[in-house]
């Protein structure tokens, strides 16, 4: 009996583990994470293709000028003079400056979570156990009778161990998105140099956005978790032993499914929220 208990502890502690590492990584900055070595290689990317933006800038800004303006008359126009001049500046400071306002935006996004997280107190919530009326029930089983719970518990035990990594994996999936957005971001921030062309850096903005603000959306779902966690399924005394295993283990999959489900949806959720 006591491999049966073991067995769903072990599967419930990978599930706490998992949340705190969860935790830990939304309150990490990129810079810190895995010792920076990995931001300090995004940062030498970065401004490597920084040279490439800037050449893209000067092309898109002469196919936006030539499509925009109908003949040379327009270029001798003080306006459209002006006009051109200034989205071309606009363009080469999103370039040349456009790192430090992806951190800035970063930054305050890791403080909209650290905020969440201290306002309800998520590093003392109560993690994921197996209730105690549910061991006594186990360890009163009879060999017999624990044969199907060795299969339930097994069963009950991959799952939530499965949905646990498919979780944390989607969290890291966020960081690598940071990483890709802040390294190829010189390219499409060179669009806004052309009026026909500014909507693809308009898209990079919004989709960067989107990719900060997932971290806010699954530190509220991990918040809503941790309560149903708290109260753990009410087992029915006059059901057989393995039905009230199962339909604990049913019930605690369930809710780890859905916020599995929360985790890796977070993406399309911000962009609802925010029109995106």
């Known amino acids: 009996m006591n491999w049966i208990v073991e067995n769903l502890n072990n599967a419930l502690n990978i599930w706490n583990d998992k949340m705190g590492e969860i935790v830990g990584l939304l309150t990490t900055s990129p810079a810190e994470f895995k010792g920076g070595g990995i931001w300090d290689a995004i940062l030498v990317i970065h401004g490597s293709v920084q040279a490439i933006g800037l050449a893209l800038l000067v092309l898109f800004f002469l196919v936006g000028m030539v499509k925009t303006c109908g003949s040379f008359t327009d270029l001798k126009k003080p306006e459209v003079v002006m006009k051109l001049f200034v989205r071309f500046i606009i363009a080469k400071a999103a370039i040349t400056h456009g790192l430090e306002l992806m951190l800035s935006f970063l930054s305050i996004v890791q403080g909209l979570i650290a905020t969440i997280l201290r306002s309800v107190g998520f590093s003392n919530s109560s993690p994921a156990v197996l209730p105690d009326?549910?061991?006594?029930?186990?360890?009163?089983?009879?060999?017999?009778?624990?044969?199907?719970?060795?299969?339930?518990?097994?069963?009950?035990?991959?799952?939530?161990?499965?949905?646990?990594?498919?979780?944390?994996?989607?969290?890291?999936?966020?960081?690598?998105?940071?990483?890709?957005?802040?390294?190829?971001?010189?390219?499409?921030?060179?669009?806004f140099a052309g009026e026909p062309s500014q909507s693809v850096g308009k898209s990079f903005i919004k989709s960067y956005a989107a990719v900060c603000l997932e971290g806010a959306i699954i530190v509220l779902a991990c918040i809503i978790f941790s309560l149903f966690a708290s109260s753990p399924p009410a087992a029915d005394a006059s059901l057989p032993v393995v039905t009230q295993v199962w339909s604990y283990v049913g019930e605690v999959i369930f809710n780890m499914l859905v916020l599995v489900g929360m985790v890796k949806m977070a993406d399309r959720i911000v962009r609802e929220m925010m029109g995106l």
Do not use: C, H, N, Q
Request: hydrophobic share 60%; net charge negative.
């Open 133 to 191: 009326e549910m061991v006594k029930l186990i360890e009163d089983v009879g060999f017999l009778d624990s044969i199907p719970l060795w299969a339930v518990t097994l069963l009950g035990g991959a799952a939530v161990t499965i949905l646990a990594f498919v979780m944390i994996l989607s969290v890291y999936g966020r960081f690598f998105k940071i990483y890709m957005y802040t390294a190829i971001a010189p390219v499409p921030l060179s669009t």
